[in-house]
T-cell receptor
């Protein structure tokens, strides 16, 4: 069974459109993340949710809005897509977050390649 | 299949060097990375190495790549309490795939 899944795997769309990328984890984890992989293939964190509550919100345009209907899902909605939004977006999950000095292994999805034309 | 493996735990005395090891299976990787995860934070890129290099040094960090053995290591000189974190090894394959290890938790002993 896939632990962290993302749909779609590839997304090609026109500038100005609104699109969503879905992420689901079946690991029973409490925390989920969205990362953007830039052109140099570095991962930069965008958001993190713990039990449906926003924990990390890095400096991303407010056109990006995460939505967590339940703790197994963290979807990324992007309004008014721009050329610079083209990238691979990775979802991840971990069991715990902000537990003193403890952190947990993150499990990553396969990534979604977004291409904005 | 594609896989990245690393040991789960490492304990090191403050002031000593830490060496975190990683092995990977896909020989077509282009970049290999080390990411650091501190409490309450997402992954932060620590350093990376292009697959045609065998060593990269950046202040206290030294990355060694043995492409023949598909082995990557991260050496942290003069380990300090602030280095306590989980360190993830990762490799990128092609344009749209990045494979992560499960992370090595580095514990600093006083």
């Amino acid at each position: 069974d896939t632990a962290v899944s993302q749909t779609p795997k590839y997304l090609v769309t026109q500038m100005g459109n609104d699109k969503s990328i879905k992420c689901e984890q079946n690991l029973g984890h409490d925390t989920m993340y969205w990362y953007k992989q830039d052109s140099k293939k570095f991962l930069k964190i965008m958001f993190s949710y713990n039990n449906k509550e926003l924990i990390i919100n890095e400096t991303v345009p407010n056109r990006f809005s995460p939505k967590s209907p339940d703790k197994a899902h963290l979807n990324l909605h992007i309004n008014s897509l721009e050329l610079g939004d083209s990238a691979v977006y990775f979802c991840a999950s971990s069991q715990e977050f902000l537990r003193g000095a403890n952190t947990d292994t993150q499990y990553f999805g396969p990534g979604t390649r977004l291409t904005v034309l | 299949g594609e896989d990245v493996e690393q040991s789960l735990f490492l304990s090191v005395r403050e002031g000593d060097s830490s060496v975190i090891n990683c092995t990977y299976t896909d020989s077509s990787s282009t970049y290999l990375y080390w990411y650091k995860q501190e409490p309450g934070a997402g992954l932060q890129l620590l350093t990376y190495i292009f697959s045609n290099m065998d060593m990269k040094q950046d202040q206290r960090l030294t990355v060694l790549l043995n492409k023949k053995d598909k082995h990557l290591s991260l050496r942290i000189a003069d380990t300090q309490t602030g280095d306590s974190a989980i360190y993830f090894c990762a490799e990128s394959i092609g344009d749209d795939k990045i494979i992560f290890g499960k992370g090595t938790r580095l514990h600093i002993l006083p």
